[in-house]
């Protein structure tokens, strides 16, 4: 395998693949309600896939520890398998109650976290657990903060 330069990175995109028992349920959700713009949709003789656009994507790892961190920060307890989708959205308070009301189950309110930033916890179809999360300025008002990886320590520039 070749090293990417620094014009031609080896990755040109994440794709994070969902397998939904009700695909009508999971893509009103994440296209209709969450508002994630469809690219693409193709059929084959046994079912149907639809490309969501979901802006710029990251690729987190955490080890064990820290996952158990973030959700002791975002639940209270560890909730979370080893898969997790965060979505940065402008109010995380207003998300999580559209979310809700088109199906999704809320695991965790918003919370401001320690690395400034307003994050809810859901179930959503396709059983696959959100948070959603809103960088929050040095004035706590929504908007400022740093990056949006999903995790850092405890005074860190902002993460998910």
Aim: avoid cysteine; glycine fraction near 12%; charged fraction near 20%.
């Amino acid at each position: 395998m070749s090293q990417p330069s620094e014009t031609s990175p080896a990755v040109r995109e994440l794709r994070l693949v969902v397998t939904a028992a009700d695909y009508e349920q999971a893509l009103h959700f994440y296209r209709d309600v969450l508002g994630l713009p469809e690219r693409a949709a193709f059929a084959s003789p046994d079912g149907r896939v639809t490309i969501l656009e979901a802006g710029r994507a990251t690729l987190e790892i955490a080890d064990p520890g820290h996952a158990d961190f973030i959700d002791e920060v975002e639940v209270g307890r560890r909730v979370a398998g080893h898969l997790r989708v965060a979505f940065q959205v402008d109010d995380s308070a207003a998300t999580t109650a559209e979310l809700a009301a088109a199906g999704a189950q809320v695991i965790a309110e918003p919370v401001r976290t320690p690395w400034n930033s307003l994050n809810s916890r859901l179930e959503a179809p396709g059983a696959l657990q959100l948070t959603l999360f809103t960088e929050l300025g040095d004035s706590g008002e929504a908007g400022g903060g740093g990056g949006i990886s999903g995790g850092g320590a405890v005074g860190a520039p902002a993460t998910e």
